[in-house]
């Protein structure tokens, strides 16, 4: 029960990684408060919790729209007593498969704004009450694009490198103040799309030195080993830091 007492947000929680992690920071103790635009497809992921013995509570949240953010962490904060984990897996629009040379101006600046905005806006939220309490962790949800050059994505590298330097930048500013900030970046992950298998992908596993794309599971996994402050002495250090979750796509 790695973050037992814990009370962790989740924004796109409804999503594959959302709910995914919604899911193993239940299972690992947390009360979950789930966070997204669509009620019903909340209520699913809540559902499954609750019938696993956790505990989620469900709010109607744009994660691009700062009042809304705000109204809500105040809310968490009000009824459970703090704010201890906040992790974004908010998706964005972004336009892949056409050159840099081709891609439209607006196409190109679609993702980085998107990512940019709601990254600030989550991640800032969190810090203002965490800092506050002096304790909490920031997960910033990156991908394996954020360093990749081969493949044409159009600004969704841009994007997600943004969100990477946001992490540092952050932690940066809070980590004295007993607040982790660090980032996630898994490679693209098949079970995000239904009925999509790895062996569709081979352009991308080629480029990988296990030989594979990272499992759902893993990412969950992984966000709760960041967000926990008993996960070991790594965990409590690490700061600033982007767990890359790749499978050898990138090496650092």
């Known amino acids: 029960m790695l973050l037992d007492g814990k009370n962790a947000v989740v924004y796109g929680a409804a999503g594959a990684i959302g709910g995914a992690v919604s899911r193993a920071f239940a299972r690992a103790g947390a ?37 809304a953010v705000e109204a809500h962490a105040d809310e968490v904060v009000a009824r459970a007593g703090s704010l201890d984990v906040s992790f974004n897996a908010t998706s964005f629009c972004a336009l892949q498969n ?12 679609a993702p980085v ?27 910033l949800l990156s991908s ?12 969704f590298n841009l994007a997600c490198a943004g969100i990477e330097a946001l992490t540092r930048s952050l932690a940066g500013e809070v980590g004295r103040h007993g607040v982790r900030v660090v980032g996630l970046r898994p490679n693209f992950t098949p079970e995000t799309r239904p009925g999509l298998s790895e062996s569709a992908l ?16 893993e990412v969950a996994d992984t966000a709760v080993y960041l967000a926990s402050p008993a996960a070991g002495a790594m965990a409590g250090a690490m700061a600033g830091a982007v767990v890359d979750l790749s499978c050898g796509a990138i090496v650092d």
């Open 31 to 67: 009360s979950v408060f789930l966070a997204g635009r669509t009620p019903a497809t909340l209520e699913a992921v809540a559902d499954d919790i609750r019938s696993a013995g956790g505990r989620a509570q469900v709010a109607p949240v744009d994660a691009q729209d700062r009042d």
């Open 98 to 109: 056409v050159a840099l040379v081709d891609i439209r101006l607006q196409d190109f600046l």
């Open 113 to 139: 704004v998107e990512a940019a905005r709601t990254h600030f806006i989550t991640a800032t939220a969190a810090a203002r009450r965490m800092t506050r309490q002096g304790s909490g962790v920031i997960i």
């Open 144 to 155: 394996s694009a954020a360093k990749e050059t081969r493949h044409q994505m159009g600004g």
């Open 202 to 217: 081979p352009f991308l596993v080629k480029d990988t030195l296990l030989g594979r794309l990272p499992h759902l599971s």
